[in-house]
């Protein structure tokens, strides 16, 4: 079993910045792949960015260029820090571990992300 629990979520103007933690826990967690999703209403939830065991980094459409995945010196918390913000961005983002390639079998609770214009 792998825990995580997602933070830093909040209210951000248009063109603004946060940095969403994803604490990680829990039995040979650093042999998972770490993906950061998010899910606005109505729509499809969707993977913005993706990290490694090996430290391999890999950007969907969505998360490429204003966003960047980072992991913390002690490599049980994995970073998405999101820049130059829209409201189109406005979602919530989970962080979620794969042990097997394409299946997130353990899920965060989620932080809510707002954009205001």
């Known amino acids: 079993q792998v825990q995580l629990v997602e933070s830093g979520g909040g209210l951000v103007r248009t063109g603004g910045s946060l940095r969403l933690s994803c604490a990680v826990s829990?039995?040979?967690?650093?042999?998972?792949?770490i993906g950061w999703f998010r899910q606005a209403p109505g729509k499809e939830r969707e993977l913005v960015a993706s990290?490694?065991?090996?430290?391999?980094?890999v950007y969907t459409d969505s998360g490429k260029g204003r966003f960047t995945i980072s992991r913390g010196n002690a490599r049980n918390t994995v970073y998405l820090q999101l820049n130059n913000l829209t409201p189109e961005d406005a979602a919530f983002y989970y962080c979620?571990?794969?042990?097997?390639?394409?299946?997130?079998?353990?899920w965060g609770q989620g932080t809510q992300v707002t954009v205001s214009s």
């Open positions: 979620a571990a794969s042990y097997w390639p394409g299946r997130y079998d353990f």
């Open positions: 829990g039995r040979a967690f650093s042999n998972y792949r």
């Open positions: 990290l490694g065991a090996d430290d391999n980094i």
